[in-house]
Nanobody, 126 residues
Framework: VQLQASGGGLVQAGGSLRLSCAASGRTVSSYAMSWWRRRPRNEREFVAAINWSGGSEYYAASVKGRFTISRDTTKNTINLQSDSLLPEDTAVYYC????????????????????WGRGTLVTVSS
């Protein structure tokens, strides 16, 4: 599966952005799908994930209540609605797909994802 993230940009603190990840080659319902980010001078970190059936969502504590992951099987995309953005949300955001995640902790392990898209930059100004 090939993945392409889009929707990044510059936004003021408190604002919102909607990121999208378009999949091609396979359907998003074939995989656990997730969003990750790499903030300046930091390692890549887990943001959110949705399981293959779309019935379960997982979030990092830092974004829970502000970000919402969803998928659109008709468009073969996953989305990340990001609200109440903070300057510390500034990062390059990546989407990823994998078949190994089963338990909740599996979704937060980047080594369980085999396919990664190029990132999209989100900059939140204070």
């Amino acid at each position: 599966v090939q993945l392409q993230a889009s929707g990044g940009g510059l936004v003021q603190a408190g604002g919102s952005l909607r990121l999208s990840c378009a999949a091609s080659g396979r359907t998003v319902s074939s995989y656990a799908m997730s969003w990750w980010r790499r903030r300046p001078r930091n390692e890549r970190e887990f943001v959110a994930a949705i399981n293959w059936s779309g019935g379960s969502e997982y979030y990092a504590a830092s974004v829970k209540g502000r970000f919402t992951i969803s998928r659109d099987t008709t468009k073969n995309t996953i989305n990340l609605q990001s609200d109440s953005l903070l300057p510390e949300d500034t990062a390059v955001y990546y989407c990823a797909a994998g078949i190994r995640p089963v338990y909740a902790s599996d979704y937060e392990n980047r080594f369980n994802y085999d396919y990664w898209g190029r990132g999209t930059l989100v900059t939140v100004s204070s």
